[in-house]
């Protein structure tokens, strides 16, 4: 019989997505035929499944963790923030519109049969599902309609282990506090606890850990040291940019500006994996600075208001003086449409209807349309003769005479853009650095040499996580509290 568990939080960014993770590789390393589930999530960082649709980037490392592949149904709801306020709203993987943060808190409650249509479907599949939250049950203000935490470990009758952040202090408030001001009932669904991210030795915690204990009634699953090797694995959320920046390289630097509606920037992780490259994220409010081998453009939510953002901080200005003294310049799908002459929206997909002059170092124009392209890409690198691998997920479509240089080999068509000198280029494939061949050749031609092969780099790093989660949670305890799912 199919067994679940939930991992909720004290709040964003404890590490939940990441136990997950290593979690579902702990438990297939025993045997067990594993799927991850988040009902509801929030990230413009997504991935592209087998059965065509997109769900969050945490969810398919999860799903790679276990042994299998993403699937639609491992993330129902995925929420695409577009501005301030609003969001694009997917459900099973498909666009289901837009909404702003007020009208969709009216309705999220109108999303529980489709999410836990797609829980039953994973639960007749396997043997264990592990769910995980999103944000915190503390939340209170946020409990009504609620499908992300409480409103769905209620509906589908799965037990709770709570995880709080000692890193950031007060841990010990945070997860009593959170029984305090949660309902009753809520409450009744924890059936333990678990404390994350401890520094130094733990046994200075085993008082705290027993106050917990006393003043919830919950038994501690685990107390769990920092793993380092988190770096390492696919950035989930914007918060984990600047730990990917952390790089000794000291040969190829390449710069990457912070946009605010920055997307798939686990684009940045091989990268940053390269011993001998200097990946530096420029935060707003800081000029790009001069010298960079490389100045690469990410993808973005909202590319006109990303553009203009890009404006707004003389960015613009700083491309253009890097590519005066030689540089090269790299564009990826959001940051691909911006490199071109025009970026035109005139249905509104991203925003507000309207248009505007890109930044003009490709001759190309984007026009948005409503029809998102999503598909799983296999291709090449001509110059190079290396195999290339990734995924597109955009609203756009790029044309003009820079086309006709393409870059890239998919299908047997060329794709991409690239300036008359070769020294800009864009695409809509996301990806394709963790092709360690393409990656190797690239970083060759702006003088660097790869050290590392990246898929048995993030396969390796789970694994140290499933033995980090074996030694440090009681998983046999986790195990006996999952409970039953009805066939």
Known sequence: MTKAIMLQGTGSNVGKSMIVAGLARAYARRGLNVRPFKPQNMSNNAAVTVDGGEIGRAQALQARAAGVAPHTDMNPVLLKPQSETGAQVVVQGKVRGTQDARSYGRRKDELLPAVLDSFARLGRECDLVLVEGAGSPAETNLRRGDIANMGFARAAGVPVILMGDIERGGVIAQLVGTQTVIDPQDAAMIRGFAVNKFRGDLT?????????????????????????????????????????????????????????RIANFDDLDPLAAEPGVELVVIEPGRPLPLGADLILLPGSKATLSDLAALRAEGWDIDIAAHLRQGGHLLGLCGGYQMLGTWVRDPEGIEGPAGEAPGLAHLEVETVLAPLKELSLREGGHPSSGSTVHGYEIHMGRTTGPDCARGWLEMGGETVGAASPDGRVQGCYLHGLFASDAFRAAYLASLGQVSGIFYDTLVDDTLDALAEHVERHMDLDAILSMAGSLEA
């Open 204 to 260: 200075l915690f085993d008082a705290g850990r027993d106050d917990i204990a006393a003043r919830t009634g919950w038994p501690c699953l685990g107390v769990l040291p920092w793993f380092d090797g988190a770096r390492r694995l696919p950035a989930e959320d914007v918060m984990d940019l600047p730990a990917r920046a952390r790089s000794e390289g000291s040969g190829c630097r390449i710069i990457v500006p912070r946009l605010p």
